[in-house]
């Protein structure tokens, strides 16, 4: 059995407001060999920015195989979530720090065949979501490496623990790392447990994206003690 690693590159680091720029960027994504496309939702309100809504989402669903991994950084995520279900989120991500009842809607989603995740901000240590790992109530924790809002910052290098901190919690858990992810963090990022890493600024900045999602893959590598 090999971990395969996931690329899920974060279409707010390029010009995605731009029709033609982002339908040939989800077929060079595609062609890249990528799975998942990372969706970065921002409502102006838990965040600063705002970036866009479900309406791109069910947009990207009609021109991409490739399966959608919606990250919410709103306020009031449990009353949003059905519009992006719509819109065909394949992996839906809510926010530790704003969501009060947080099992009820990880719970909601799953109902809906869709898979639930919870994501946690830097400020927010693993133990918050001790009881959510335990009663496997999430198929994708997502671990910030950077303060959610922007593309483009540096990686706050205890977001690695953490990632370390979750999998000892739970062995069969997707763990997503969003932020600040780079060539240089990507191999320890993998050996701590990540199965999918979260990309913009890397791989958008890059002058070849096929080579640098295959970078930031590595090699599928035997699972010791994960079981993914
Ligand atoms: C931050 C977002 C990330 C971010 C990743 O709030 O959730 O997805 O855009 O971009 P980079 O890889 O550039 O940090
Ligand atoms: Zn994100």
Redesign the pocket.
Known sequence: MFKIIRISP?I??TDYKNEDNLKSTLRTLEKAGCQLV?L?V?DGKF?KNITFDEKLVDFIKGQTTMLLDV?L?VEHPEEEVDKYIKAGADILTVHYENTPNLAEVLKYIRSKNVLAGVAISPSTPVIKIKDILAEDLADVVIV???R??????TFIPGSAEKVAEVRELNKNVFISI????NLKNAKILRKLGANIL?????IFASKNIKKTVKALKGRPFIRGIYSL
């Open positions: 974060s707010i680091a990372h970065d921002m965040v990250h950084m910030m490496g950077v959610p809002g922007a593309t483009g910052q969003d932020g600040g992810v979260v990309s913009g600024k890397t």
